[in-house]
């Protein structure tokens, strides 16, 4: 069975759940199943089932679990980055090996309208047994081959938690509320990149490098048990049709049924759809594909980083593994001061709700952005001017925190604008997200190299610096016109 695009879910009188939820999957349903305005057959959410009324601090461990999750993923595929000690049979620090990161952008396609059809949770307990037992491999592969295959198949394993995690916060969370644990979780994945170099760093520098991947063994091991504990299914057509299979066991009357009980459909057709929904997305959606460019060039210059910090701090001022990690800290610095800020913002959504009647438009979500796309050149030009070898080396990790601070602001505005502005296709918008994302990724350190060589640290950071300035005026533009883009899309919320 599958799920319906774009169909509102009648929650009964009884329930909390705001009447603009929206069930993401099909667009195709039975007209038959319309014709008769009231079914007394039609299971619907009772207030102890609905994922908004369970109590809060449920939903915030959830939360916190899924965003542990989210980070150890990060840290793991990015914990030799930077180490020169792994060795070259693996080919890991080489940019020319991003098969993790290309795992990390093709996942979400799939796992995305799979957590449609089987719910949330199966997800993400499936998906982290696999990269638990994927990443042994890893560990111990004797040969190139099998090292990038395994990374591979770990970045896609992984990738759950890049795309599915951002529709269980929208599940647990209403459009009032969601942004205090939106950021929580956006926050988690970016300080992975900060951490997992720092980790390895230190670990490489002095003991044997296969260490890095025991240590993340164990860390996957217990996140995997916090998952099986604390993350509840958050899915409510999911739970829905839970609900009407054990309504029909316990009274034997077939009749009851849910939603994603009406709607006719291969699961490989499904599959395919919500594949093909991300490109329709980036093709015919404005905002979207400018917003996920943006967005896919902040995350290439991040994991560019990896290439150009050795060149900045390790053949300028001569650092070596642990400590070019610990010139990461700048980056994760500053997106925990932009994090700390987070109740300044609940202050100023609480105020924009209240001119609205408490239905603000998703447009209000931007003005964080519209912070972080001045910031984030800031510190890029900041950085670039410092990279000399005649500037204290404390000069350059000063400059990225202000780089760091606005990515957090521009992801978590994106993030939870595309979650409320295409909320009915929510899981799609952040699949698109994802793939333009890690294949911007995948491909900017196959350049740093040659680019570094060629422009210099100078020219090179200030280039990127460029790039970010360009795309600055984003939130401003759709903060001003977005209203009117989404009355005229197919797929936004009017």
Same mark, same amino acid.
């Given at each position: 069975?599958?799920?319906?695009?774009?169909?509102?879910?009648?929650?009964?009188?009884?329930?909390?759940?705001?009447?603009?939820?929206?069930?993401?999957?099909?667009?195709?349903?039975?007209?038959?199943?319309?014709?008769?305005?009231?079914?007394?057959?039609?299971?619907?959410?009772?207030?102890?089932?609905?994922?908004?009324?369970?109590?809060?601090?449920?939903?915030?461990?959830?939360?916190?679990?899924?965003?542990?999750?989210?980070?150890?993923?990060?840290?793991?595929?990015?914990?030799?980055?930077?180490? /020169?000690?792994?060795?070259?049979?693996?080919?890991?620090?080489?940019?020319?090996?991003? /098969?993790?990161?290309?795992?990390?952008?093709?996942?979400? &396609? &799939?796992?995305?309208?799979?957590?449609?059809?089987?719910?949330?949770?199966?997800?993400?307990?499936?998906?982290? #047994?696999?990269?638990?037992?994927?990443?042994?491999?890893?560990?111990?592969?004797?040969?190139?081959?099998?090292?990038?295959?395994?990374?591979?198949?770990?970045?896609?394993?992984?990738?759950?938690?890049?795309?599915?995690?951002?529709?269980?916060?929208?599940?647990?969370?209403?459009?009032?509320?969601?942004?205090?644990?939106?950021? %929580?979780?956006?926050?988690?994945?970016?300080?992975?990149?900060?951490?997992?170099?720092?980790?390895?760093?230190?670990?490489?520098?002095?003991?044997?490098?296969?260490?890095?991947?025991?240590?993340?063994?164990?860390?996957?091991?217990?996140?995997? %048990?916090?998952?099986?504990?604390?993350?509840?299914?958050?899915?409510?057509?999911?739970?829905?049709?839970?609900?009407?299979?054990?309504?029909?066991?316990?009274?034997?009357?077939?009749?009851?049924?849910?939603?994603?009980?009406?709607?006719?459909?291969?699961?490989?057709?499904?599959?395919?759809?919500?594949?093909?929904?991300?490109?329709? &997305? &980036?093709?015919?959606?404005?905002?979207?594909?400018?917003?996920?460019?943006?967005?896919?060039?902040?995350?290439?210059?991040?994991?560019?980083?990896?290439?150009?910090?050795?060149?900045?701090?390790?053949?300028?001022?001569?650092?070596?593994?642990?400590?070019?990690?610990?010139?990461?800290?700048?980056?994760?610095?500053?997106?925990?001061?932009?994090?700390?800020?987070?109740?300044?913002?609940?202050?100023?959504?609480?105020?924009?709700?209240?001119?609205?009647?408490?239905?603000?438009?998703?447009?209000?979500?931007?003005?964080?952005?519209?912070?972080?796309?001045?910031? %984030?050149?800031?510190?890029?030009?900041?950085?670039?001017?410092?990279?000399?070898?005649?500037?204290?080396?404390?000069?350059?990790?000063?400059?990225? %925190?202000?780089?760091?601070?606005?990515?957090?602001?521009?992801?978590?505005?994106?993030?939870?604008?595309?979650?409320?502005?295409?909320?009915?296709?929510?899981?799609?918008?952040?699949?698109?997200?994802?793939?333009?994302?890690?294949?911007?990724?995948?491909?900017?350190?196959?350049?740093?190299?040659?680019?570094?060589?060629?422009?210099?640290?100078?020219?090179?950071?200030?280039?990127?610096?460029?790039?970010?300035? #360009?795309?600055?005026?984003?939130?401003?533009?759709?903060?001003?016109?977005?209203?009117?883009?989404?009355?005229?899309?197919?797929?936004?919320?009017?």
């Amino acid at each position: 069975m599958i799920s319906l695009v774009g169909a509102s879910l009648d929650l009964g009188s009884h329930s909390h759940r705001s009447p603009d939820l929206i069930v993401e999957g099909a667009a195709e349903i039975q007209q038959s199943t319309t014709k008769n305005p009231v079914d007394s057959y039609l299971v619907t959410l009772d207030p102890e089932d609905d994922p908004h009324c369970m109590p809060t601090l449920k939903r915030w461990v959830a939360v916190l679990a899924i965003s542990s999750a989210s980070l150890c993923v990060a840290c793991c595929l990015y914990g030799s980055r930077v180490c /020169s000690n792994v060795p070259r049979i693996a080919g890991s620090n080489n940019p020319r090996y991003q /098969s993790d990161v290309s795992g990390l952008g093709v996942g979400p &396609l &799939l796992v995305s309208p799979l957590s449609e059809v089987y719910g949330r949770n199966i997800i993400y307990r499936v998906s982290y #047994i696999l990269f638990y037992i994927f990443t042994f491999p890893v560990a111990f592969a004797p040969n190139i081959g099998i090292f990038l295959s395994f990374r591979f198949i770990t970045g896609f394993c992984g990738a759950a938690f890049l795309s599915v995690a951002g529709g269980s916060v929208s599940d647990m969370f209403p459009n009032t509320s969601i942004a205090s644990p939106m950021a %929580v979780y956006t926050i988690s994945p970016f300080i992975g990149p900060i951490l997992g170099p720092l980790i390895s760093g230190f670990i490489n520098q002095n003991v044997y490098w296969r260490w890095t991947y025991w240590i993340m063994l164990c860390w996957i091991l217990a996140e995997t %048990v916090l998952l099986f504990l604390f993350v509840p299914e958050t899915y409510a057509p999911v739970i829905l049709k839970k609900k009407a299979a054990m309504l029909r066991k316990a009274t034997g009357d077939v009749r009851y049924h849910a939603p994603l009980d009406k709607v006719q459909g291969s699961l490989a057709h499904f599959i395919v759809i919500n594949c093909y929904r991300p490109f329709q &997305l &980036l093709i015919f959606e404005r905002m979207a594909l400018l917003l996920n460019t943006w967005n896919a060039l902040l995350l290439g210059i991040l994991y560019l980083a990896f290439q150009a910090y050795p060149v900045i701090f390790g053949g300028i001022h001569h650092f070596n593994d642990q400590m070019t990690g610990l010139a990461f800290l700048g980056i994760g610095i500053g997106m925990f001061a932009a994090l700390s800020t987070q109740p300044l913002w609940n202050t100023l959504f609480a105020r924009e709700a209240a001119k609205y009647d408490g239905h603000p438009p998703p447009e209000v979500r931007l003005i964080m952005g519209q912070v972080g796309g001045i910031l %984030v050149p800031i510190g890029l030009f900041w950085l670039a001017f410092t990279t000399y070898r005649n500037v204290q080396w404390i000069a350059p990790i000063i400059a990225s %925190v202000p780089f760091g601070a606005g990515i957090y602001f521009v992801f978590t505005s994106t993030f939870t604008y595309l979650v409320t502005a295409y909320r009915p296709i929510a899981a799609s918008a952040v699949a698109s997200n994802s793939a333009l994302r890690f294949a911007f990724a995948a491909a900017f350190p196959l350049f740093a190299g040659t680019m570094y060589d060629r422009l210099g640290t100078v020219g090179a950071t200030a280039l990127l610096a460029g790039l970010t300035t #360009i795309m600055a005026p984003l939130p401003f533009i759709f903060y001003r016109i977005g209203a009117r883009l989404r009355m005229t899309s197919k797929f936004a919320v009017h």
